[in-house]
Each structure stands twice: as C-alpha cells, then as structure tokens.
C-alpha cells in the first residue's frame, strides 16, 4: 500500500486505519478478485471473525453465503441485507468501489442486530411504563362515580340530583352542605362527570386530613429551595393540576383562616403563585366544594371568611339527611342486598325490621344505613333479616321505642301472621313450589298467601 505521510509526520494509512476502527459499524473490504482487503475491528466484533483468518483469503472461500461478491458482478448496491450466524444476527449494506468506469473492488458495512434488539426492548419497556404511569395518573384524576350511582326516589333525594345535574352544567363554584354520610362526596364525583370537564382533571383535597402547615404546599406547590425540607426541583400545587378540571375541596370548614383569604384571591384573580414563586400563573379550575359544617355558623362566629363562603356557594347544594327522607330507605335496602348478594339467594326483610328501619333515625344517614344492612347479612344465617340480625345501636333503639305498643291489633296480628307464614316458607323453599306446599300447611290458598304477605 503507498505510505503518504501526514501533516504532523504520520502515517497516513495507519491514521485511516485508526479512524476506521473506532466506527461503530462492521467494514469489510474485497478487492476485484473477491479478496479481502481489509476489515475493522467492529467486523471482528460482530461476525466472531478473526482478522488474520479473513484478510489475505477469497471471501467466497472463508464466508460461505457472503453476498458482497455480487457487487463485483453486477455493480449494485444493496442494503439491509439480513445475515444470521449462529446467535449473531446482522444487516448489511455492501456497494461495489469503482475507479471511474472499472470496478476495482467492493465493500460492506455491517450493523449488529443485537444492539437493535436491545434498543427495541428497551424502547418496549419505557413505552409500557409511560402507559402504566398514564393509566395510574389517569385514573388519579378521574372522578369515579356519576348521578347513576346516587340513589334517590320522588320524594326523597331526586329533585336533589335534579338541581345538581342542572348545577354540573353551569361554571359557577358549588357549595355541598348535608350532614355526615349524605353522600356528598358521591355528589361531588357526579357533578364533575356530568360537566363538560368530564374529561379533564378531578383533583380531591381533604383540607381537614391534610395539617394546616402542609396545605398550602399542596394546594400552591412550591419552588425549588423554598424551605428547608423542600423537594428538589419544587413542587405542583393542586390548583395547577386541575387546571381546566375541577379541584374539589372536601371539609371546607376545617380549612385554616389565613389560608381562607389566599384561597379568595386565587377565585378573584384566577391566577395562581407558588410558595417562594414570583411567576402568577393563570387558571381555569371550578371549584366544588363540601363540608358537614354549618359555614352560617362558622362566618358568624368568625371563623370562615364570609366573602370566601359567598364565592363559593355560587349554586349551594344542600343534601337532605336521611331522616327527612325515609322514602328512600327501600331503595338503599334493595340496592345493598342485590350488590352483596349477586347470583344468590334473595335475602327479605322481615316486616318489623322494615318498620324499625324507618323509625330509626340515621345520624350517619346513607352510610349508616348502608353498613347496617351489610352488616345484617352476614349476620344472618337464613334468607331473613331480623331484627337481632341489625346492629347493636339499632336493635336497642328499638326495644326502648317499644314498637308493639305503638301498633293496632290489626297491625300486630297481621306481623304475627306474616312471620308464621314466613318461617314456613323457610321450611318448604322460598319458591313457587315451597310456597303451595306452605300454603297447604297453613290451610290457606295460595293466593290468600301472597295477600297476607302483601307481595
Ligand atoms: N344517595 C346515595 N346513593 C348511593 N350511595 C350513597 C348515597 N349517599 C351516600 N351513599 C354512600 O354512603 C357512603 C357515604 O357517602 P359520602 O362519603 O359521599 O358521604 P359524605 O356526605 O361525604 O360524608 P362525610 O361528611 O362524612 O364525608 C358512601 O359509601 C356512598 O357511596
Ligand atoms: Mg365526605
């Protein structure tokens, strides 16, 4: 080969050689008789090849199936050529070299399949990280329940649920007032999948689980190095994840005074800044916002501004207790059995415990009633609800409220009879046959059965 010496005094060749090298791809050289000429150090790398077995040697004879001789021949390029040798798996382009009309020899470059491989799990990998993290975010910010899961009947809750859907529509800010256990947070969840941000984020914040220290964190994020304990890189503030979402803050009468006013001023500017920030950012959140508190009270006795409880209760919701609408008591009754009940057998309730049902008067309303019906049917043993079957709480309610004395001898005989009718039925199958079969045992028709049942 002819030695052309460099600027600095080196070997020219040896300097392309050395570049060669250090390519991250396969070369490798024939000249116009099918020779090799030369290979780099990848092509060792990859093909296994050492040089001293290849260089010197037709390539034909040491590389069965090599297809760079076809460049000599027909003087086409070819590219992403596939070649597997035992795990190895490469692609090739190869290319003849010409010296002006002639064919002088041909070269290939080779690219490990192995490092694509692993580039394509690697890529697989992230990507199904990036849709786990964008299902778990998704359905962080997802709100759960819709007006189909908030039961209520005419009379009872509807025209509740009525206003509410009305209000999801709307942008103003609402206010949910009702005692513990209304379902307020059902509510809450419901307004915003109702709304045409139903799409878009739903951030819950409990301001009375959170300590007031950290609530302001939360709900403004910080900058980096705004306090001590401080996170790297600062933090977002609730307000800004439920930009053009809905932020609901849960127990709004417990969140502190001071943080009240800058709550109003981020509703009055529509802008937010965070803790340690000089940036104001501009939001679009709709604020709905729940407490068991009587805010009346609260901004009478100065403890919740009274400007921020006018902002808020742009359409006020209130949610009746329980008591106030007994109707609805069958309805939670029927939905709980069928839930914990799926493909069973139907459990009933026995007519007294109905009537107890509704005389009790529900401080932990929807939620009480729905865990006391739970709680009764993995007491019971049989298909019945029965009185002993209901907590402790309400069983003694009931014997001090005394009911028999309260009712007609009509009224107690027509319980006595239904509950012999009842165990009967027990005895002989809560079907259509057990039925007849009871009706004969008590001496009744069978019609007259279901009368006295008022089934
Ligand atoms: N109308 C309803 N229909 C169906 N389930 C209801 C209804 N009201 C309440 N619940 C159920 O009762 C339980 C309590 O409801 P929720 O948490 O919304 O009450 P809350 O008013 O927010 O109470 P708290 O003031 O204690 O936070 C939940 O399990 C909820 O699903
Ligand atoms: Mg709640």
Redesign the pocket.
């Known amino acids: 080969m002819t030695v052309i010496p460099g600027s600095d005094g080196r070997n020219y060749i040896d300097w392309i050689e050395e570049m060669i090298d250090s390519i991250n791809d396969g070369i490798l050289v024939i000249d116009v008789e099918g020779v090799v000429q030369f290979v780099n150090k990848e092509y060792t790398n990859i093909t296994g090849v050492k040089e001293a077995d290849i260089v010197g040697q037709p390539l034909a004879e040491v590389r069965k199936g090599a297809v760079l001789p076809n460049a000599l021949k027909d003087g086409k390029r070819r590219e992403g050529v596939y070649r597997k040798e035992g795990e190895v798996e490469y692609i090739i382009d190869t290319a003849p070299v010409y010296k002006g009309e002639e064919i002088v020899g041909a070269v290939s470059v080779c690219k490990s399949l192995n490092e694509v491989h692993y580039l394509t799990r690697e890529l697989h990998r992230s990507q199904e990280r990036i849709a786990r993290l964008e299902k778990a975010v998704g359905t962080i910010n997802r709100a759960k329940?819709t007006f189909e899961?908030?039961?209520?009947r005419e009379g009872g809750?509807r025209s509740t649920i009525e206003l509410a859907k009305k209000a999801a529509h709307s942008n103003l800010n609402i206010l949910i007032q009702?005692?513990?256990?209304?379902?307020?947070?059902?509510?809450a969840h419901a307004l915003h999948n109702e709304s045409d941000r139903a799409s878009l984020p739903f951030i819950p914040i409990n301001c009375a689980a959170i300590p007031s220290s950290l609530l302001e964190s939360e709900l403004f994020g910080y900058e980096e190095g705004s306090f001590t304990s401080s996170k790297k890189g600062g933090k977002v503030g609730l307000f800004e994840l439920a930009d053009h979402g809905t932020l609901f803050l849960?127990?709004i009468g417990d969140m502190p005074y001071d943080l009240q006013a800058k709550l109003l001023r981020v509703l009055q500017e529509r802008s937010v800044r965070k803790v340690g920030g000089l940036m104001e950012k501009e939001i679009n959140i709709k604020i709905i916002a729940?407490?068991?508190k009587d805010l009346v009270r609260l901004v009478e006795k100065d403890r919740f501004r009274e400007d921020l409880y006018y902002r808020l209760s742009g359409i006020p919701i209130s949610?009746p207790p329980l008591r106030d609408r007994k109707e609805?008591i069958p309805l939670?009754i029927d939905?709980v059995i069928e839930k914990e009940q799926a493909g069973g057998s139907a459990v009933r309730l026995k007519e007294d415990v109905m009537r107890v049902l509704k005389q009790y008067d529900w401080p932990g309303?929807?939620?009480e009633l729905?865990h006391s019906v739970q709680y009764a049917l993995s007491m019971t043993e049989t298909t019945f609800i029965e009185l002993e079957n209901l907590p402790e709480v309400i069983y003694h309610h009931v014997s001090k409220t005394s009911i028999p004395q309260q009712q007609t001898l009509k009224e107690m005989i027509r319980n006595i009879e239904q509950e012999i009718i009842w165990e009967t039925i027990q005895i002989y199958g809560d079907t259509l046959k057990g039925k007849k079969k009871a009706a004969d045992r008590l001496g009744i028709s069978l019609a007259t059965l279901y009368n006295k049942l008022e089934v």
């Open positions: 329940y899961n908030i039961i209520g809750l009702g005692e513990s256990g209304t379902g307020k947070e059902l509510f849960d127990e729940a407490t068991n949610v609805d939670y939905y309303n929807a939620r729905i």
